[in-house]
């Protein structure tokens, strides 16, 4: 299993310019996350999905987008870019959530993407 | 919204010695906690959790303990190594919430 894969590694926006940062798990977890990590900071929830067709907002949806067609994949959409937005991205999937069992509910992190709009 | 912080940004230590990783929260609600390992340029790594109708869990060389009065939480690292050295995250889980809450991290640094 490659698990949590992301694409771009890295990525330099200019503002009003739109992109999506693709994540693909291959360990048919039912939930699928997106995070942003500013520097010095925790993760922050952007959207969440428990499964294809399903998504929903978490701490920081705003200037975001997502869909989840599938159970592999869970895009993440800017469609106008702002320098607020410069952030390293991170999406993750789980099995389960909060089943109470850590084997399920453990969530696996993709590398990153890092993210620049100037 | 929720408040989970750590006490010290940083913290170093020598190799062989214990690490103890502190975690300070906010909500007394919150039922689920989990600490994360990040390695430079890389994602979060799971390493253990606890729910809070316990108060003592153990894994391999870690163990976390979870204090509800005082609403703190410690990652114990026994017999630290070099590759432990690494930002350190808990996260809390409100059962009102939708999400997990992470602190902002502790930077440790073993020296050989």
């Known amino acids: 299993n490659a698990g949590v894969t992301q694409t771009p590694k890295f990525r330099i926006l200019k503002i009003g310019q739109s992109m999506t940062l693709q994540c693909t798990q291959d360990?048919?977890?039912?939930?699928m996350y997106w995070y942003r990590q500013d520097p010095g900071m925790g993760l922050k929830l952007i959207y969440y999905s428990v499964g294809a067709g399903i998504t929903d907002k978490g701490e920081v949806p705003n200037g975001y987008n997502v869909s989840r067609s599938t159970t592999e994949d869970f895009p993440l959409r800017l469609e106008l870019a702002a320098p607020s937005q410069t952030s390293v991205y991170f999406c993750?999937?789980?099995?389960?959530?909060?089943?109470?069992?850590?084997?399920?509910?453990?969530?696996?992190f993709g590398p990153g993407t890092r993210l620049t709009v100037l | 919204g929720e408040s989970v912080g750590l006490h010290l940004p940083t913290l170093s230590v020598q190799e062989g010695d214990n690490s103890i990783i502190n975690c300070a929260y906010s909500?007394?609600?919150?039922?689920?906690f989990i600490w994360y390992k990040q390695e430079s340029g890389k994602g979060p790594q799971f390493i253990i959790d606890?729910?809070?109708?316990?108060d003592k869990r153990q894994g391999q060389r870690v163990t976390v303990l979870l204090n509800k009065t005082v609403k703190h939480l410690s990652l114990q690292i026994a017999a630290t190594q070099p590759g432990d050295s690494a930002v350190y995250f808990c996260?809390?889980?409100?059962?009102?919430?939708?999400?997990?809450?992470f602190g902002t991290g502790t930077r440790l640094t073993v020296i050989p």
């Open positions: 993750a999937s789980s099995y389960s959530r909060l089943a109470g069992d850590p084997s399920t509910d453990t969530q696996y």
């Open positions: 606890i729910r809070s109708n316990m």
């Open positions: 909500n007394s609600a919150s039922d689920y």
């Open positions: 360990m048919n977890h039912n939930y």
């Open positions: 996260a809390e889980n409100n059962p009102g919430a939708n999400n997990l809450f």
